[in-house]
């Protein structure tokens, strides 16, 4: 069974620049999570979504947004790059709540 | 102050020692999770613990719940270099009859150095 798969691995941005990341989910979990780890704040929620909707969202600015496709893959876009975006983008996904959360290699964005 | 505190913040070990890492939280404890991760990686799933009392065993490390103390412990048996990385709990808030919609609360990590 494959795990969660985040693409890409590694990216480099500029400053104003936009960003997509990619997450696809263990086949058969219909939640997304993705969260922001930072050595200084460590790892923050940003959204989850579930059945292409978002239940829950974390304390982000507007420029960070996410998506959900009808195959669970989800997606989320940073625009306008800040250096303070450098970070690695993790998600996870769950079948439900009561089976806990599976999360991938992360993506590492470095926004110079 | 931190929702989840961590402690140590670090432990540097010597390969065969038994360690434990604590996870205390400031608010009602529902579901706690505990995850190990690389440097730069993602999060392993390591054990769930749901109930007050709990406590879940897997190859040499245990992890426990005490609800009345809001408290998590992991504890490793015979370290070995492999057990080495970063150990973070992460809490679920919402399972007292509702439900977190993805979102957990981390602590900060213990570092774990393991000397061969």
């Known amino acids: 069974k494959a795990g969660v798969t985040q693409t890409p691995r590694y990216l480099i941005k500029t400053r104003g620049q936009q960003v997509t990341l990619s997450c696809s989910p263990i086949s058969g979990h219909r939640s997304v999570s993705w969260y922001q780890q930072t050595p200084g704040q460590g790892l923050q929620f940003l959204f989850e979504y579930f059945s292409e909707t978002q239940r829950n969202k974390g304390n982000f600015p507007g420029r960070f947004s996410g998506r959900q496709f009808s195959n669970s893959r989800s997606e989320m876009n940073v625009s306008t790059l800040e250096l303070g975006d450098s970070a690695l983008y993790l998600c996870a996904s769950s079948a439900t709540e009561n089976y806990g959360y599976t999360f991938g290699s992360g993506t590492r964005l470095t926004v110079v | 102050s931190q929702e989840l505190e961590q402690s140590p913040q670090s432990l540097i070990?010597?390969?065969?020692?038994?360690?434990?890492?604590?996870?205390?939280?400031?608010k009602t404890l529902y579901g706690l999770y505990w995850y190990k991760q690389k440097y730069g990686e993602g999060l392993i799933f390591l054990m769930m613990l749901q109930k007050g009392g709990e406590e879940k065993s897997h190859e040499k490390i245990t992890a426990k719940l005490d609800e009345?103390?809001?408290?998590?412990?992991?504890?490793?048996?015979?370290?070995?270099?492999?057990?080495?990385?970063?150990y973070l709990c992460g809490a679920d808030r919402g399972h007292a009859g509702g439900t977190s919609y993805g979102k957990l609360t981390f602590g900060q990590g213990t570092i774990l150095t393991v000397h061969p």
């Open chain 2, 68 to 86: 009345k103390k809001q408290q998590s412990s992991l504890h490793i048996t015979a370290s070995q270099p492999s057990h080495a990385g970063i």
């Open chain 2, 13 to 26: 070990v010597q390969e065969g020692k038994n360690l434990t890492i604590n996870c205390t939280s400031s």
